[in-house]
């Protein structure tokens, strides 16, 4: 009994077998919570035949002690208790304690075919009142805690819901934020495109001009003409990268020779590398296999990683490209002799804005985009880009295009 933990069963399921058991016509629990009667179980009273708010009263004025009980028969005539028990049809009642609490008050009915209470019964009773006590007070237990769970956890949903609601709320807030801070950078970087391509134009029709200009003036001309470059790329990889993030970058592709390509950004780099006496070299083949890849794009690329491997070099250096065919694709390696990369940045190269920090490389100007844009490139017409470098030996950057006969 002192397991069981759901109180209504408990109370009415072992009232019921004691009663049988000692042939006793019926009886109740009136549970007792703060010395209020709280409730009444009971088995063979009809209802109303108890009057609990008089029983209550009786038993507030009553003592209390432990294993003590009220037969009817005791009572003195004319007494108080007499008549409330004769009322309610109680023969027997006993106070259930457990240490210091009241728990409840048991009573019961006459017995069958109208024998007495005997010590025996009422010693067994008694018995019976004290496990019953412990056993309430056990259900109580449980039943609170069972409580507290379950307001926990709907405290604990609620408040789930809410953080999910919030976050929900920060995330789409983030999205938002993150969305025109891109659409700005586009708008700005179109914007820019127009007034910095007029600029350049003029320094150039300036640095062109046939009249003799003051030295210094004609140094500044050529200085206002880099940065015009400089700002240019800038522009164009800022809206490269827009075009990404936004989905609105197109890579078409067609097929590709890339021989032409390659010797086109040569020329165009030719002038610069020779004023830092950097050799420029093209190794292949007499055949060319053609790609499939966008011709924009993979001229972008080439530019960017000759531009690298002059830029990331020593006066008297070399650039060398080399091309290789591993079906199913083509591979260009970009070959220098110049700073190399450290090998802590080794997994940073690609990101962007990364710009490793080895000290010859120190006041070369770039904004480490183009790696980025590189890589988004290449992997759009489905190739790869990698690189290996020793520092202060040279770097081999290699990418690689699918080759026309095996992608049709
Ligand atoms: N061939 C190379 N040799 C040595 N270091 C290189 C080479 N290519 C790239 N790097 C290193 O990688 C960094 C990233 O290169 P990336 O081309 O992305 O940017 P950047 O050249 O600095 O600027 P930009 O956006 O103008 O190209 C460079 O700053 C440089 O430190
Ligand atoms: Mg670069």
Known sequence: MAETIDLESLTRGVLTKLLEEMRITKGAFLMIKKHKIA???????????????ELEQLFHKCAWPASCF??????????????VFTKCDIALAMPIRVEDDEVAILVFGPRRSGERYYDREISTLLVFAAEAGIAIQNAESYQAVKKFNEELEKTVAARTAELKTTQERELAKARDIARLKDEFVFVAAHELRAPVAAI????ELAAESKTALPRDIRHY?????????????????LLEIARSDEGTLKVET??????PIIEGVLAELALIAKQRDISLGFEHGPHIPIVSADEEKVREVVLNLVNNAIKYNREGGFVKIALRTKPPHLIVEVRDNGYGIPKEDESKIFEKFFRAENAAAEGVSGTGLGLFICRMLVERMGGTITYSSTEGKGSVFAFSLPLEDSSS
């Open 221 to 237: 001309i050529n200085a206002i003409s880099g940065a015009s470059n400089n700002l240019v790329q800038l522009i164009n990889d």
């Open 70 to 83: 009220f037969l009817l028969e005791e009572l003195e005539t004319d007494s108080e208790i007499k008549r």
């Open 200 to 203: 350049k134009g003029f320094v």
């Open 254 to 259: 067609a097929s590709v020779a890339v021989g």
């Open 39 to 53: 409730g009444v179980e009971s088995v063979g009273y009809v209802s109303n035949e108890l009057f609990p708010d």
